[in-house]
């Protein structure tokens, strides 16, 4: 069993929809929540963290953690064609190392 | 942009060499990790940097080694290339190794192995 798993997609919504991202894990250890966004051929840039459960929100983007069932989902509001990109959760394995633990990434496609 | 460089963007090798891929952290990050991304994947950790020394590494063979210089810049070496390292080749900088270090990425090196 992978420690993190995702759910590979593609994912198409029309422009303007709300967008809803999820991934598990296994690893109660894991205690920061990471979501990167990947656009083709390039490095993945840092969106939004949560530190354990609850929500944070950064703008269109709102990261939701639940320890209690594992789930880590990140929502986009007002979905834009920009938002066209491959979206990677990575929860941190803690410790001396903060060591990212991605899943595969869910493709997204926003169609205009 | 993160601030985070590597060279080269692209490059092209024959099974059995060597290859040396450079990475220049952001100002005043001391951290620097190297990940691996095959086509289709989320990268996968190969190691941690900090201070000059390797702290942390992941399921990676010896033949992938590294290196971190006094102004925190940072080498990865893969000897022997398999035409499984063929890959994009990730390097992450951050303000310290410790858990709750903001982990920024570079664009990465992408890697050809004939």
């Known amino acids: 069993q992978k420690e993190v798993e995702q759910d590979p997609g593609p994912l198409s919504v029309p422009e303007g929809a709300i967008v809803s991202l999820n991934c598990t894990y296994s690893?109660?250890?894991?205690?920061?929540f990471m979501w990167y966004r990947q656009y083709s051929r390039k490095g993945p840039e840092l969106l939004t963290y949560t530190y354990s459960s609850g929500n944070k929100e950064d703008g269109r983007f709102t990261a939701q953690v639940d320890k209690s069932s594992k789930y880590i989902s990140l929502f986009i509001r007002d979905s834009q064609p920009s938002d066209s990109a491959t979206y990677l959760c990575a929860p941190e394995r803690g410790g001396a190392t903060n060591k990212l633990i991605f899943g595969t990434g869910t493709l997204l496609a926003v169609q205009p | 942009e993160t601030g985070v460089t590597q060279s080269p963007t692209h490059l092209i090798k024959t099974r059995g060499q060597q290859v040396t891929l450079r990475c220049s952290s952001q100002s005043g990050h001391n951290t620097v990790s190297w990940y691996q991304q095959a086509l289709g994947q989320g990268p996968q950790f190969i190691f941690q940097?900090?201070?000059?020394?390797?702290?942390g590494r992941g399921n990676f063979p010896p033949r992938f080694s590294g290196l971190q210089f006094p102004n925190y810049s940072s080498e990865l070496n893969v000897n022997a290339l398999e035409l499984d390292d063929s890959a994009l080749y990730l390097c992450?900088?951050?303000?310290?190794?410790?858990?709750?270090?903001?982990?920024?990425f570079g664009e990465g090196s992408w890697l050809t192995v004939v």
């Open positions: 940097y900090y201070r000059e020394e390797e702290n």
């Open positions: 992450a900088s951050s303000p310290g190794g410790g858990t709750g270090n903001t982990i920024y």
């Open positions: 690893n109660s250890a894991f205690q920061y």
